[in-house]
């Protein structure tokens, strides 16, 4: 009885291992893979955007790395895959892996309130009511103080949208800046205004991750600039990758364009400071939820340290356990959006009831940039995919991004 038992057992063990490892076996398909060309292609022949940039990594390998379009608004240069973007909200995953390293390095716990390290964050309000014509508004106190997990998982109650985003009194650029601005002041700014919800309450999507930039200054001495390039910029051999472009490097930007429906055409964006800010202006605003400029190459090297489970060519930053617990769901049973995704620490979680993953396993995490560019990081597959394009506003970017993965995916089969 035992033996048979035993047998059961075993039998049972090698069919699910042999199911698990049936997507691992995976490979890409030339043939299937040159779709993924005919529809970035058709894209920026269609005017829905100028120029894009994919690159695939499978098992440590790139399988695709290719341009399309063209870098600059006249449409004299060929875009090449070495383009430099504005990669905005994708800023936030490298923020949260320097907040984590100083994590592991026990500087604080993630329990910790915020007001700690940032005391305008001390006695934070909840919005109870306001008036959309004059401004005016009622608090209540928040129910306990905002916890440095709070905001790694944008449940704090900071929201981009906020009722009152109009009043000049909370106001700062959540995106760039061209004036003489630093993190401090504009974090301290921040803080005044009322949280929409009670600490931990829901997610809700905003600069929380600008706070936490503001974090990694205060415990660690330095710029925010100056930590990403000596602990996580040098270390990777990430040479493209900056909040402001050395000007040998600043003809490489491509150019911002905007279309902002389907029926309008595409044009150069006329917004000075989203157009400009990497390579003009005053250059001291350090913002760790969306101030970066990159290239695929180099930010590829950000996603392989979460695949890798915190190393990446013999340099490790952070240690698996840390990886791990930043790819769990920590927003409970809210979800991200109508998604119906999750999110951990500085990453959304595709879940098996997702409503964006399309085929991407359950457990695969991702984010973009509101530039319109995407990550995907799926740890069955070992597999890293990315798109960028550099177009805000623009009215299509979940279907862009979105068909890119389905055709990535399409091409990852079995070959006979």
């Known amino acids: 009885m035992l033996t048979r038992l035993y047998l059961s057992s075993l039998l049972a063990f090698f069919f699910l291992a042999a ?47 290719k341009a399309y379009g063209w870098a600059d608004a ?18 936030k995953l490298v923020t949260s892996i320097a907040v984590m390293m100083l994590y592991e390095q026990g500087h604080f716990l993630l329990e910790d309130p915020i007001s700690k390290y940032i005391p305008a964050f001390a006695n934070p309000k909840v919005l109870e009511s306001y008036d959309s014509a004059t401004l005016e508004y009622k608090t209540t106190p928040a129910n306990r103080e905002v916890m440095i997990r709070d905001l790694l998982t944008h449940t704090a ?31 301290n700014q921040l803080a005044n205004r009322p949280l929409v919800h009670q600490p931990g309450e829901y997610f809700s999507y905003g600069p929380n991750t600008d706070i936490l930039g503001r974090l990694v200054e205060v415990v660690s001495g330095q710029s925010l600039a100056e930590y990403f ?3 996580i910029f040098t270390p990777l051999g990430m040479n493209d990758t900056y909040f402001y472009l050395p000007p040998e490097k600043a003809d490489r930007l491509v150019t911002l364009f905007k279309k902002e429906s389907a029926n309008a055409s595409l044009e150069v964006s006329t917004e000075e400071t ?5 390579r003009s202006g005053e250059q001291t605003y350090y913002l760790g939820g969306a101030g970066l400029v990159s290239t695929a190459a180099d930010y590829a090297k ?39 995704d999750k999110f951990g620490y500085g990453l959304m979680v595709i879940t098996e009831n997702s409503h964006y993953g399309d085929q991407a396993p359950v457990g695969s995490v991702k984010w973009g940039g509101a530039y ?45």
């Open 19 to 65: 199911e698990a490892q049936s997507h691992t076996d995976l490979e890409f398909s030339p043939e299937r893979l040159s779709r993924v060309d005919s529809f970035l292609q058709s894209w920026v022949d269609e005017g829905n955007i100028p120029h894009a940039v994919s690159m695939i990594i499978h098992r440590g390998e790139t399988v695709h790395n």
């Open 229 to 231: 390039q000596e602990h």
């Open 74 to 91: 006249e449409k004299q240069n060929p875009l090449t895959t070495d383009a430099i973007f504005r990669i905005a909200s994708q800023t």
């Open 157 to 187: 109650g900071i929201p981009y949208e906020h009722p009152l985003w109009a009043r000049t009194d909370f106001e700062i650029p959540f995106l760039a800046s061209l004036e003489n601005m630093v993190l401090e002041d504009a974090i």
């Open 274 to 278: 989203y157009q400009n800010f990497p």
């Open 302 to 340: 950000v996603c392989q340290i979460i695949l890798n489970k915190g190393v990446y060519n013999n340099v490790r930053l952070l240690s698996p356990l840390t990886v791990e617990l930043m790819a769990r769901n920590h927003i409970g049973d809210s979800e991200v959006w109508d998604r119906r």
């Open 372 to 416: 319109c560019s995407e990550y995907t990081i799926d740890f069955e597959n070992d597999l890293v995919m990315q798109v960028y394009t550099n177009v805000m506003p623009i009215h299509n970017y979940s279907e862009f991004v979105r068909k890119y993965r389905v055709l990535v995916y399409q091409a990852l089969v079995n070959e006979e």
